[in-house]
Each structure stands twice: as C-alpha cells, then as structure tokens.
C-alpha cells in the first residue's frame, strides 16, 4: 500500500536540501504530526517536511490510524505488529528519497510513541543509514531481535517525559542499552514531570540534534 500525508515545503523556497518524515502514533494521524513540522521549519528552512498516515484505521475513531492494532499491550503483538508495517513505511521512505532526490544521510526520521517504534524498527534495518532518528515517548520493538537484523547505525535521540503513564519512562532506558549494545550512537532527553506527549523542553532538544545533523 502506497503511504501519503500532508507535506511542507522548504520555508525557504528553494530545492529541499533534507528530508524529514514525521511518524504519529496510535489513534493519530499526520496532520497532528506536521504540526510538529510547523514548529521545526525555522530552524530547518531548507528541508522538506512529510507526515504519512499509518495505513490502518481504527473503527469507530474519526482519522484515527494505527500502524497495527493494540489489544493485549504485549511484546509478540507489538513485534508481529511493527513486522507487519515495516515494508509499506520502508517503501514510503524509499520512495520519499527518489522524490527528492536526496541520499538517505539527508533524512531525519522524528517518531512519537508508535511511530517510534516504526521508526526505529526501519529505520536500523535500511542498508543506508539515515541522517538520524528522533524518538519521542516510545520504545524499541523486539530489542532482543536487534544485534542479528540490524543494518546501519545512525545516531539517536529518545526523547521521554518521567510521568508517561502509556509508554512508561523505563522504556528509554531499555531501549538505550539495547541500542548502544547493537552500538549504536544514542543520546537521551528527559522531560521532569511530562506525561505522554511532546514537552517544550523535548521539542527544542529534538530541533538542536536535527540542526546539528542536517545543517
């Protein structure tokens, strides 16, 4: 299934000289996430901004999309989940960098909850190593997984509040040491007293880690 979403173009004008794909998580959609995009264009006025919308629907939700259902909240469904979306979200990548024009080392991929977890979940499995991948308020799928399937290393940012109460806080630090033991480069940012959401103080750490990487 081919995945579309609203857009930005550069704020400056010109040709994109950096990609940036905005993942929404579960029951959202991406014009919630390029709201997030709005936020980041100062700082990044030459990158083209992209916020596809997760292929599954939740029924009875008004634009609610899931990368995949969530009925047990467990690791098999999560894992057999994010397996699951992989292949439409990588070919959206694929596609978005033929579009553009722009190699992978120009993409920052900015996940939130469930879109961490495809983010991370693609993102370490593409051959070419992105720019850089954001996470905020997730967690990595099948850690257990990664050493064997891994395929590049881009940098890092797990971004998470210490009162998130749906993806609970000690799910950075799980996914930190899983990383750095798969030796990727990996930074964090906590947010004191942040439920589950995109904190001010998150946001701004998210823009200075994507200024440092694509400018």
Do not use: K
Not at 68 to 82: H, K, L, Q, V
Not at 163 to 188: C, H, I, K, W, Y
Request: hydrophobic share 45%.
């Amino acid at each position: 299934m081919l995945l579309d979403g609203p857009r930005l173009a550069p704020l400056s004008g010109s040709s994109p000289n950096a990609l940036v794909i905005l993942v929404h998580g579960y029951g959202s959609n991406g014009d919630d996430m390029i709201g997030l995009a709005e936020m980041m264009q100062q700082s990044l006025p030459d990158a083209a901004f992209v916020a596809p919308n997760a292929p599954g629907l939740i029924p009875q939700m008004a634009a609610a999309h899931q990368w995949w259902p969530i009925d047990t909240f467990s690791m098999a469904e999560r894992s057999a989940g994010a397996d699951a979306a992989a292949p439409d979200f990588d070919a959206f990548i694929t596609a978005e960098l033929e579009a553009t024009g722009l190699a992978s080392s120009r993409l920052l991929l900015v996940g939130f909850s469930q879109g961490t977890m495809m983010a991370l979940h693609v993102g370490l499995r593409r051959p070419e190593a992105v720019a850089g991948i954001v996470g905020i308020s997730g967690m990595l799928v099948a850690p257990e997984r990664l050493d064997l399937e891994i395929r590049s290393r881009p940098p890092v940012l797990l971004i998470h509040g210490t009162e998130d109460d749906v993806v609970p806080f000690r799910s950075m630090e799980l996914a930190t040491t899983a990383l750095e033991q798969a030796g990727v480069p990996t930074e964090t940012h906590i947010s004191p007293g942040e439920e589950h959401g995109v904190a001010p103080d998150g946001l701004e750490a998210g823009i200075a880690f994507a200024r440092r990487l694509l400018t």
